[in-house]
Every structure is written in structure tokens, then in C-alpha cells.
């Protein structure tokens, strides 16, 4: 081992370091919002990179048919509702709007000449594709439970968490997919060379990382979401919906999974369920957090994608082992620190 | 009296008449779902294929998936054994599944057709294994292939990347044998997960051990991973692959990265430029064209690997059907015995000849030398 190889390792270890971040990031969010432990975080990552893929190769991505379903699934659940109610008998104005989208998403797909697009183009349609699925699962997965256990929450996310793999083996078939990167320039730093898509992948992390914290410091809707996260409650009786709130989130979780799919698909083949892995490392960066911390949990996961990078080196059969192990410290740390405080509603 | 002799008049005749119409019934187990399903899809597909008829005797089957869970398969293939009363049975897709299932075939006396690539489940030969035989080619069989091309090549050291799993280390261990027969050092032995979405502290580690070439061990896809990393950490050596990576899809991930890549593999990756007096030319060629028209896409050799087992019980049935009925254990037993007299039998993947020692039956007509020369496989001549 020497200086150079040490410096591959870092640079390594903080490119895959910054995707599990992000990972924790949204996880971290999602959880202190929603009470959801989110398992199918994973799976926004797999379906964005595995739909950028498709893009590239011209496919008009069968993943368009799960959006425009789960739109209309949306809409019939609303108008369902409005039915129950006495007087508006009609499908409410948002659901149509949304309908719309999914057509709208449907006939692009279709249409567009997917493979010559600038790849920005391609990018910007993927996340207008994986994104929406967010909110729509939260709708139709966990919204009729939201006030249930934590534990029924997480069950039912892992419930959704088997079905979008299954459907990611239906939608993209078993092969596993690479994009092209985004630029094929390195930027030389004395003796390393520094892959594009290593600085692409830290500038968004770092780009998303600050996107956050002025949201939440500085936008209402993001004051709203940390207000929900402090006291639920408290915030629903300032007029705070929850439903908003979930959905918000929902969106936030699906656009950091999708961006960071998009980021490392040209680094790495990604398969359909490669996502729980991925997701699972962020966890570990999370629970280092203590499922509270922001800075902690991203720090965490830095360490993780540090840890693995070196592990691999050393010993690279044991690589998980060594990088799963470390849950369990922090687990009794965190166990014989913290006071344990029954849930209450 | 006249009663009981009636009803056993009856009985036999029925039995008579079930006797001339049986047919055979065999199970196919894949895992068409789950991690294995890049293997178990082509396979799943491949069933439609399968002959369905052989003299007067219709063959049916009964597909079963497992979703690449060990367990799931041990209880596909009980039910296919207790409720449909195979007569043979196809599969499973992953090594893990098949070795899970030996001890039960055994006990049932069901012959099993394997399309895995493990060796372990025929090798060594017991009691439990003689109902056990194996549609690829073994890992020792390619391995030769491709160290002899190593030995005349100069390659003196060697690097060895493979899977942490039972295709990874069975490969290190026919690697290691064979590079000690043939003067090659092993310098790096590196591991890694399909899943990985890095591999650079092992290519790294490979590279710096300075390698004359590096064998990467991988089934499917992933084989790539490890040669593209290298490829940009910019070693420029000679790069083998396993049998593994001889999918379409390897040329479609690994691009201009695996440009040069030698393997050995069965002859339908080169299929145009192998001689029509090769046996299996004619079988492969239509095998492909069938399933492509099918599905629409060409069939990794995983899915041959399936079609085979079905051409191997074509041929035995007839023997065994001589012998006893469909649906009884006398079949079976005739069945297996018949599998293991195969002698000469071409199929998509080579040409088999079973012996009670060998139920894999390949010789070196089961694979070429490939080279990936303009992005498309080639026949190595040297």
C-alpha cells in the first residue's frame, strides 16, 4: 500500500461515501417526518439508473405504464372519496391535472427520439418519470395507516419495498445496466488522476446537501416539514397536514434516490435489486446518526463508503461483513446512552 | 364373485389403457425471479422450446419458479415429486438451489437434469450424485482451455478476480491447480459481490501485484465490473474470462473496456464461423432462431443449457419407455440408467457422452476459444 493507492481508495471511498450521504439524508428525513423507516429508498436509485439506461439506449421505458397506473389508481381512490362525500360529485381538479401528467409522460416517452437527447434532456425526463412515483406510493402504501405503529409502518415498507423489486424485474428485465458518463474529462491533481463522475457525484451531494438546509431554514413548506418532524401533533394543530407533509417528503426521498441513480449509473452496473444494498449502507450512516442527526448521520455515511473502500483492498471477501459489523457498536452505544421513550401519539 | 372379477377387469383394463396414452410428465424448477433470474429467465423461456413429443410418447412439463430462494426450490421440487409425479426433473437455475436439492431426488429416485455451473453437484461421484447430471460444461474443461492458451503465451504470473460465491471459488480452486501444472504464479487473489457498486480496492490491489493477465471468474454480467475497472485504472494486460461472461450482454456493458477479452466458451457465441460439419452447429442455430422468433431477442447460453437437459431426455425416454411405464419408479430408474448411457449426443453446448463416472459428458468439442475482436465474438485460432 502505497500513497497513490491510498489516495485511489479516498477518493473512491468518498465517491460512494457521498451517494450513501445522501441516502442517509433522505432516510433520516423520511423517518423523523413520517415515522416510516424507508426501505424502498434503494429502489428509487436503481429505478432512476436503470431508466436513464433505457433512455440512452432509445427504449421507451416501460416504467411510464407503472406511473400512468398508480396515477389512475390515485385518481380513483380520490374520486372514491368525493363520491362518499354529499355534494361534489365529480373527480376533484388536482387528480385531473395529475392524470394529465401521466399521459403527458406516457406520449414523450413514446414519441421523443429518446437516444439523440442531450443527456441533461434525458436526465431532467428520467426524474420527471421516478419522481412522482414517490408521493403516489406514499398516497396509496402508507397514507390510510399513517397514524398506525412504527412497526406496522415498517412492515408495510418492507411489503413495498418486495414489490418494487419485483416490478424493477419486470420493468427492466434481469440484466444489469450502465449509462454513459457525463463527461469523459478527469481533472489531474498531481499524481491522481480524478475521475468527472467523482466530482459530479460530490458537487451534487454537496449542491443537494446545502439545497436542503435552505429549505428547511429558510422555505415555509421546509419549516412545515421540521415542525412535523419535532412534534406531530403540535404541528397539526398549527394547520400543518399531515398528508402534505408525507407527500413532501415522499417527493424529497424519490428525488434524492432518482438523482443519486442517475450519478452513479455511468461509475458502476446496477442491477434491479442492487437498490437494498446501496440503501442499507446509508442506513448504517443513519443509525450512526442515532436516527436524529444530520450532520452526524452524513458523516457516517461517509465513514461507511470510506471503510468499505479500504475493506476491499484488504480484504475484499469480507468486505459487507466488516461494513455491516459496524451497526452493532453504534447500536450499543446508542442503546446505553440514550433513555428509551415509549411512543406515544 | 362375479362382482370382484368384473371391478378387477375393469381395474386392469384401465390400467391398460393409462398405460398405452401415459405420458411423461417432467418438472422444470428455474428462478426467474430474484437475483438469479439473468440465469433463470432465458431458462423459464427456453421451456416453451422444449420437445414435446418423442415416438408415440408426449412429454409435458410442469414449470415451476423458486425465486432463487434454496428453500423455495426444495419445496418446488417436493410438490412436483409428491403431487405431480414427475417423471424427471429440469433444474434448478443456482448452484446453492441444486445442491440443496440432491439428498431429495436421491430418495425419490427422480433423475435431475442440472443446468448449473457448479461441478459440486456431480463431483465427486456418490451414491446421491448418480441421479444428478449437469448440462454445462465443467469448470475444469474451460479453465484447460484457457491456461493452455496462457502456458503458450508466455504468461508467467497471473491475477484471479472472482465472485464470493460458489462459481468464484470453485473457479479458484480448478485456477490454482492449473496454474501450478502449467508454471503460472497466482500473484493477486481478489473476491468481490455482484452487487458491488465498486470494485476499486481489488483491481487495485490485482494491478499492483503487476500480472501478465488477469482471469475473472463472474457468472453473467458482473464479469464486467472488474475488467472495466481495471481497464481504466489502465492495465493494459491480457484479461481472461469464464464461461460466465459469455452473454450478449457482456459486449453491451463492457464496450470498448473489454475489446481483446479471451474465453472459453460453447461454440453458440460463434456460430457463423463454426464449420457445418460441427454436430451442434445445426441444433444451436436453430435453437436460436427458434427462441428469437419466440421472444425476440437471442438466448444467453443459460437458457441452452435448459434446452439441452430436454434434448438429453428425448433421447432416453424411448429406452426407458421399453422398460417400464410413465409415472412409476421402474421408469425412473430406467430413465437415469438411460441418461447415463448417452453416447454421442449433440446438443447446443457441445457433444455428450455420459459415463457412470462423468455426468456432465463434455469433451473439447464443448467449447472454443473466443476472442472479442470489433466488439463482437470471434473465433481464436492459435
Redesign the interface.
Known amino acids: 500500500m502505497n500513497a497513490q ?1 491510498a489516495l ?2 479516498g477518493q ?1 471511498g468518498i ?2 461515501g457521498a ?1 450513501y450521504a445522501l441516502l442517509a439524508l433522505s432516510i433520516l428525513l423520511v423517518f423523523t417526518v413520517t415515522r416510516i423507516l424507508l426501505i424502498p429508498q434503494g429502489e428509487f436509485v436503481t429505478y432512476g439508473a436503470l431508466t436513464m439506461a433505457s433512455l440512452q439506449a432509445g427504449q421507451p421505458t416501460a416504467l411510464v405504464w407503472l406511473l400512468l397506473a398508480l396515477t389512475l389508481l390515485d385518481g380513483a381512490l380520490d374520486l372514491l372519496a368525493s363520491i362518499r362525500r354529499p355534494h361534489a360529485w365529480r373527480l376533484p381538479r388536482k387528480s385531473l391535472v395529475k392524470i394529465a401528467y401521466a399521459a403527458a409522460m406516457v406520449g414523450l416517452v413514446n414519441n421523443l427520439p429518446l437516444a439523440q437527447l442531450p443527456m441533461a434532456l434525458q436526465a431532467l425526463l428520467t426524474l420527471a418519470l421516478v419522481v412522482p412515483l414517490g408521493p403516489l406510493i406514499y398516497r396509496l402504501a402508507f397514507q390510510p395507516i399513517a397514524s398506525a405503529s412504527s412497526l406496522v409502518l415498517l412492515i408495510v415498507s418492507i411489503a413495498v419495498h418486495v414489490s418494487l423489486v ?1 416490478m424493477g ?1 419486470l420493468l427492466f ?6 449509462t454513459r458518463p457525463f463527461s469523459e474529462q478527469g481533472l489531474e491533481l498531481g499524481p491522481v488522476a480524478l ?1 468527472s463522475q467523482t466530482l459530479w457525484i460530490i458537487a451534487a451531494s454537496l449542491g443537494l446537501i446545502i439545497g436542503l438546509f435552505v429549505f428547511f431554514e429558510r422555505t415555509l413548506y421546509g419549516k412545515a416539514l421540521r415542525a412535523t418532524a419535532v412534534n406531530r401533533m403540535g404541528a397539526r394543530l398549527m394547520g400543518i397536514s399531515p398528508e402534505m407533509a408525507g407527500k413532501s417528503t415522499f417527493v424529497l426521498a424519490a428525488l434524492i434516490g432518482t438523482l443519486s441513480g442517475i450519478l ?1 449509473a455511468p ?8 437498490g437494498f ?2 440503501s442499507l449502507k446509508g442506513f448504517v450512516g443513519a443509525i450512526m446518526g442515532g436516527l436524529v442527526s444530520y450532520p452526524v448521520a452524513a458523516l457516517g455515511a461517509l465513514a461507511v463508503g470510506l471503510i ?7 480484504a ?2 469480507y ?2 461483513v466488516i461494513v455491516f459489523t459496524l451497526i452493532i457498536p453504534f447500536l450499543l452505544w446508542r442503546s446505553l446512552t440514550s433513555r428509551h421513550v415509549e411512543e406515544h401519539e | 364373485m362375479l362382482l370382484k372379477k368384473a371391478v378387477s377387469t375393469l381395474l386392469l383394463s384401465a390400467a391398460c389403457v393409462s398405460l398405452a396414452q401415459a405420458q411423461v410428465t417432467v418438472g422444470v424448477i428455474t428462478s426467474a ?3 438469479l ?2 440465469i ?2 432465458p431458462q423459464k423461456n427456453t421451456v416453451a422450446l422444449l420437445p414435446t413429443q418423442v415416438g408415440d410418447q408426449a412429454i409435458r412439463y410442469i414449470a415451476l419458479d423458486d425465486g432463487s430462494d434454496p428453500t423455495a426450490t426444495v419445496k418446488a421440487l417436493k410438490k412436483l415429486i409428491s403431487e405431480d409425479n414427475v417423471d424427471a426433473i429440469i433444474g434448478p437455475s443456482g448452484s446453492p438451489n441444486a445442491i440443496g436439492v440432491i439428498s431429495f431426488v436421491a430418495q425419490a429416485q427422480v433423475p435431475l437434469l442440472s443446468p448449473v455451473g457448479t461441478a459440486a453437484v456431480i463431483l465427486p461421484m456418490t451414491a446421491e450424485k448418480k441421479w444428478v447430471f449437469k448440462t454445462t460444461q465443467n469448470d475444469e474443461l474451460i479453465a484447460k482451455a484457457l491456461f493452455e492458451h496462457m502456458a503458450r503465451h508466455q504468461v508467467k504470473t497471473l491475477g484471479l478476480i472472482g465472485t ?1 460465491d460458489p462459481y468464484g471459488e470453485n473457479w479458484a480452486k480448478v485456477a490454482t491447480a492449473l496454474a501450478t501444472e502449467h508454471g503460472i504464479k497466482i500473484v493477486a487473489n ?13 483491481s ?2 490485482v494491478l ?1 501485484a503487476r500480472p501478465d493477465a488477469v482471469l475473472v471468474a463472474a457468472p ?3 464479469a ?2 472488474p475488467q472495466a475497472t481495471l481497464f ?2 489502465g492495465y493494459r494486460g491480457q484479461v481472461y474470462q469464464t464461461h460466465g461472461a459469455a452473454l450478449p ?1 457482456f459486449l453491451k ?1 463492457g464496450g470498448k473496456k473489454v475489446e481483446g477479452t479471451i474465453l472459453a466458451a460453447s461454440l453458440m457465441l460463434v456460430l457463423d464461423e463454426i464449420p457445418d460439419s460441427n454436430p451442434s452447429k445445426k441444433i444451436a442455430a436453430d435453437y436460436t432462431a427458434n427462441y428469437e422468433k419466440l421472444y425476440g431477442s437471442k438466448p444467453a447460453t443459460f437458457g441452452a443449457n435448459t434446452f439441452d437437459a430436454g434434448l438429453l431426455l428425448q433421447a432416453a425416454i424411448p429406452l426407458a419407455a421399453a422398460k417400464a411405464a410413465p409415472g412409476t419408479v421402474e421408469f425412473r430408474r430406467a430413465l437415469r440408467d438411460a441418461l447415463e448411457s448417452t453416447h454421442e449426443l449433440a446438443g447446443t453446448q457441445g457433444v455428450y457422452s455420459m459415463t457412470p463416472d462423468d455426468h456432465s459428458g463434455f469433451d473439447e468439442r464443448g467449447r472454443e476459444l473466443i476472442q472479442v475482436k470489433n466488439g463482437t465474438w470471434t473465433l481464436l485460432r492459435d
Do not use: C, H
Open positions: 493507492i485511489l481508495l473512491d465517491t460512494n451517494i419485483g424485474l428485465g434481469p440484466e444489469g445496466a450502465r475521475n452513479i461509475i458502476t452496473t446496477l442491477y434491479f435489486d442492487s444494498i446501496i468499505e473502500a479500504f475493506s476491499m483492498f484488504w475484499s471477501a468486505k459487507e | 425471479a430474484g437475483p433470474a439473468m433463470g429467465v464470493a481478489e473476491r468481490f459481490q455482484r452487487q458491488d457498486t465498486s470494485i476499486t480496492g481489488q487495485l490491489k499492483a453473467g454480467s458482473p464486467v465490473m481504466d485504472q450482454d456493458l
